[in-house]
Each structure stands twice: as structure tokens, then as C-alpha cells.
């Protein structure tokens, strides 16, 4: 079983003392890739260091909406550049956050314009963070064209998710679908096309029930998988290749081979 944490951030302080010890126990538990969103420019020496000592960690660069405060109009510029010279697999993580009260929605969505323009530009997907702005966002992106991406958490309607497929998306599925309350979560993860879905942790955060309070890990994944297979009743291990098939389909390489693929899943000499 090959299982890919397609949104886990190992390079925060979280894990400072025992990320090597973090990955090693998420590989035996099953996981054969991670991608590691950015939240912001001080932080991608770091992110970028980390992925270069494991070829299982793929980097993707971006600015966090959640740090707003923190973002200089410079630091656009430097992620084009660093994206010329790093070639991650996605801009990320990007997007709009109207939950918390006080962020400037409209920095916010110059910056997330802007983001997409140099995803679109440099042809690489996306990375979304969206929470109470999924209108703006799909909006944003309609106008934006970029080539699709991963919407991170997906909390929203059965409609906005058709919508998010439509222009190229897949859907992140993480912790929250294994609390059984969670119950408009686990009848979307029910009702979508199989291809529309990834696996997630966000680890440190959104922790699975059997962790509550606890610090998230990527070797808590299979828990994730097993929670996806309760409620649609089909097999572990047809949901984990299948949803390893539409990371690296919606990422544009194997994440466990390291080749190129299209959009399909199919590889590209």
C-alpha cells in the first residue's frame, strides 16, 4: 500500500525535534510521499532544506492567507523566483481565509490573484486554504484558469465540489472524516466520485478522533483511509491506490516514482 499526505506542514516548529523520527514512522505506516505547503517566505529556506534531505517530501511554495500581517508585495516577486529555481510541485498554500475575523479580505484576495497568476504563468497547480470563502475563491478562479490543484480540507456544499472538479480539482479529505459527527463531511467523502478525492493530515493539525488533542502525524494517514473506506464501503486498498493515482494525476508527477504524468494518471515520456 502506497498512500501520499498530499498537505502535511513538517517544517513548523511542531516538529523540529523529530521530523526525521515522524517520517520514518508514516513510511512504515504506508505512506510513500508528502507534500509540505509553505505558509510563508521565512519559512522556505527551511521547508526547502527538509525536502532536499528526503525524495519523498515534495516542496510547494506560496503564502499562506492566515499570515497576511506577514506578507510584503516583495515577497510575490521572490516566490516567482524561487519557483524558477526550485520548481516545486505547487503553488501552496494559497487561497482565502473569512473565518477569522480581522484578516483584510481584500489584501487577501490581491495576494491570492497574484499567487495564481504566477501558478498560471510558470504552469503548476495550486494549493487551496478555504474557509467561508468558497464563492470567492471558485470566482477567483474561473477568472484565473489555473491547470486545477487540491482543495485542502473541503468543507463545502456537493455543488461548489462539482464545481472545484470542473475546473481541475481534487478534494483533500484529512482528520475531520473520522469523527463520527462529522456528518456533512463523511456524506460528501460518500457521495463524490472516487476521483475526486486525496488524502490529507495537515498534521500538526486536525488530528483523528483517536488522536484528539494530540499533536496530527502523516503516520496517522491509513486512519484517514480506513474512515474513507467505512463510508463508502468499498476496499482500503483500492481507495489507497486510487487516491494516490489522483494526487499525482493533479500534481502532474508520480509522487512515488518521480515520473512525469498527465491529468489522467497516465505517465508522460
Known sequence: MQLVDTHCHLDLDA?????????????????????IPAVERSRWPGLLALCARHVD???ALGLHPLFIERHAEADLALLAQA???QRPVAVGEIGLDHWVE???RARQMRLFEAQLAIAREHDLPVV???RKAHEEVLGALARARVRGGITHAFNGSIEQARRYLDLGF??????TLTYPGATRIRALAAELPLTAIVLETDAPDMAPVAHRGERNSPAYLPQ??????EVRNENPLVLARATTRN???????????GETVDAAGAEVA
Open 15 to 35: 516538529f523540529a525535534g523529530d521530523a526525521d523520527t515522524v517520517i520514518g514512522q508514516a513510511r512504515m505506516n504506508g505512506v510513500a510521499a508528502f507534500v
Open 224 to 229: 484517514v483511509l480506513m474512515s474513507l473506506a
Open 170 to 175: 481534487r478534494l483533500g479529505f484529512g482528520g
Open 128 to 130: 487551496l486554504h478555504v
Open 102 to 104: 480581522g484578516l483584510d
Open 83 to 85: 519557483i524558477t529555481r
Open 247 to 257: 494526487a499525482c494525476a493533479v500534481l502532474g508527477v508520480d509522487l512515488c516514482q
Open 57 to 59: 517530501l515534495h516542496p
